[in-house]
């Protein structure tokens, strides 16, 4: 390697390191979107300095129909280019895209993120994301983190959980607003996979004059501390339990008045409870029992009314939930599963109604010999409405349950000169208001049955695929059926089977009950080339012929015909390459 190259490698990998140092303000102040979230110093130090790739392309389809193209356009043509920047595995794309006298230019918005790490320590400086207790924190924070992580563990960070959206608030076309929100919190812990306790706080809250004073009017800044302990126990090697435990003080307004108690003013340097205030708990636990051949499980979650934390993207709340699952393998060859689960809402009685829904389901599949493979199942949901501070009307009581079960077996063959694949699907769902005064509008059965042939010629290279499906619904006095046809087949030529075609035929009739009948014919026709690795030339046909009107014998008198074509080429490059210096190997 000569020196000019040399020293431009090292001034390229002094840029990118001291970029990374300094993310936190740059990810700030250029708000950039691409991180180095996946690459230590040490990766970095391993990745090829600098590689910029691309590719430019075009698209052209034709269209016709008999019926005119009023919805659709007979010409379409597309260009694109792309630049692919790699600095010491670091990707920085760039994408131009025209289409149709419409064009878009893609450029990385960045945000530099690194997660250095030594033996059992790491660092996060940027856009980055910590594990956390699941009920009070899944969000990233663009700030600083530290963690430690072994028997006994530790961490801690602190920085901004999302942005503020203060649009102006004369635009008709304003974003909905919202406050800068900042977060801190720590965790820790001791023991290891099957024995353990973790202790996690949070505390996030809204800056208000992250927004204008007129959108301070119509949305409030929030606030909260979060607390959660997560453990688990394995007194055996075949039974195990796993809890978790998480209290939320949430305030939904951080501007009201606040509420003074001895108790209260000591937590008012970290939390200020106030008339908007609320403490909400949510948990679950759970029992594992894990034997030769059968495995079990059984658990509980309940989250309170109004439970939330400001580091959670979405909270469901009020409801709690019971369920149980179980698996075993029978003689070495088939496989059993089931699970049952029951969940409710309205915990406080509070609501109107309550509403309950149960989750059931089972499955089987087994191999018989080498050929054939069984598996069958059944699922199902019952919802259903009672009382709860008022009476539900039984006109109108939520009664429901949906039956779905499916079988699908296979058999194979795979001979020297051909190889046969059968495959068999059937499936049968029910739909039913269960409710005595429903007249059965809603009510819905279907049936799918599907039956397929793969056919592999290992002479020719070439692979044929048959199929043929009947799907059929029954509703309120109606019913819909479909059966379609398919045929197709594909090969590849030339030693280096960089020509590849393939050639579908489709046969669909549609029926509504003494509404319509539909038949249609389809076929498509597709290749493509490859040359020198870099060029790539695409062709296609496609062709439709049907009709949506009752047809007689005469098929003569489909009028309605579909044409499409389309042409296309891509050409991939590198334009540079300066790669890192191979390690020489010692014995």
């Not at 691409?34 to 110093?41: D, E, G, W």
């Not at 939320?248 to 003013?265: P, Q, V």
């Not at 009672?386 to 009664?399: L, P, Q």
Request: aromatic content about 14%; glycine content about 8%.
């Amino acid at each position: 390697m000569n020196n000019s190259n040399h020293h431009s490698r090292a001034y390229i990998k002094y840029i990118v390191c001291l970029l990374a140092l300094f993310s936190p303000s740059l990810g700030e102040g250029l708000g950039w979107a691409q991180s180095i979230s996946q690459h230590t110093i040490a990766n970095i130090a391993k990745s090829d300095p600098l590689i910029i790739t691309g590719a430019i392309g075009t698209q052209n389809t034709y269209y016709n129909s008999s019926v005119g193209n009023g919805y659709r356009s007979p010409w379409s043509n597309t260009a694109f280019a792309n630049l692919n920047i790699s600095l010491y595995g670091i990707s920085m794309p760039f994408a131009f895209y025209y289409s149709n006298n419409n064009a878009s230019f893609n450029f990385p918005h960045l945000s530099f993120h690194i997660d250095p790490t030594y033996k059992n320590w790491r660092g996060h400086f940027g856009r980055s994301n910590m594990a956390f207790s699941p009920y009070i924190m899944n969000m990233s924070f663009n700030g600083v983190g530290i963690e430690y992580n072994g028997t006994f563990r530790f961490g801690a960070f602190y920085g901004q959980l999302r942005d503020a959206i203060n649009d102006d608030p004369t635009n008709p076309a304003a974003r909905k607003p919202q406050y800068k929100r900042m977060g801190w919190g720590f965790k820790v812990g001791y023991g290891n996979n099957s024995n353990f306790i973790d202790l996690y706080l949070l505390r996030a809250y809204d800056k208000l004059n992250s927004v204008d004073e007129y959108w301070q009017q119509k949305i409030s800044p929030q606030e909260n501390i979060a607390i959660a302990v997560r453990g688990g126990l394995a007194p055996t090697r075949w039974l195990s339990l796993r809890g978790n435990l998480a209290f939320s003080a949430f305030s939904s307004d951080k501007r009201a008045e606040r509420i003074h108690t001895d108790k209260l003013d000591s937590w008012s340097k970290v939390f200020e409870a106030r008339y908007t205030s609320l403490m909400r708990i949510a948990t679950d636990v759970s029992a594992n029992l894990t034997l030769k051949n059968f495995n079990t499980s059984i658990y509980y979650k309940m989250v309170q009314p109004d439970y939330s934390t400001l580091g959670l993207y979405y909270t469901s709340n009020n409801y709690q939930s019971l369920g149980i699952n179980a698996s075993t393998t029978l003689f070495g060859k088939v496989t059993l599963s089931a699970n049952f689960s029951g969940q409710e809402d309205n915990i406080t009685r509070n609501q109107l109604y309550t509403t309950r829904g149960f989750v059931y389901s089972a499955t089987a599949s087994t191999n018989i010999g080498e050929h054939l493979t069984l598996s069958a199942g059944y699922n199902g949901y019952r919802q259903v409405q009672s009382d709860g501070k008022a009476h539900v009307n039984d006109t109108t009581r939520v009664n429901r349950i949906m039956h779905s079960l499916y079988f699908t077996p296979s058999l194979s063959f795979d001979g020297e000169k051909v190889g046969n694949t059968f495959s068999l699907s059937t499936s049968y769902t029910q739909n039913k208001d269960l409710n005595k005064f429903a007249t059965g509008i809603s009510d819905v059965k279907s049936l799918a049955v599907g039956l397929s042939h793969a056919l592999d010629v290992k002479a020719w290279e070439m692979q044929f695929t048959t199929s043929l499906s009947h799907q059929q619904s029954d509703g309120y006095q109606t019913r819909y059926t479909s059966d379609v046809l398919s045929i197709g087949t594909g090969k590849s030529f030339f030693e280096e089977r960089n020509l590849n075609t393939s050639l579908t035929l489709n046969l669909c009739y549609n029926q509504i009950k003494n509404m319509q009948k539909n038949l249609s014919f389809g076929a498509d026709l597709s290749a493509s080339y490859t040359l020198a690795k870099v060029h790539n030339f695409n062709f296609g046909l496609g062709f439709n012929k049907y009709s949506d009107t009752n047809l007689s014998a005469d098929l003569s008198s489909m009028g309605t015909t579909e044409f499409t074509a389309s042409l296309g080429y891509t050409y991939t490059f590198t334009l540079l390459e300066i790669k890192r210096k191979a390690e020489k190997k010692t014995e």
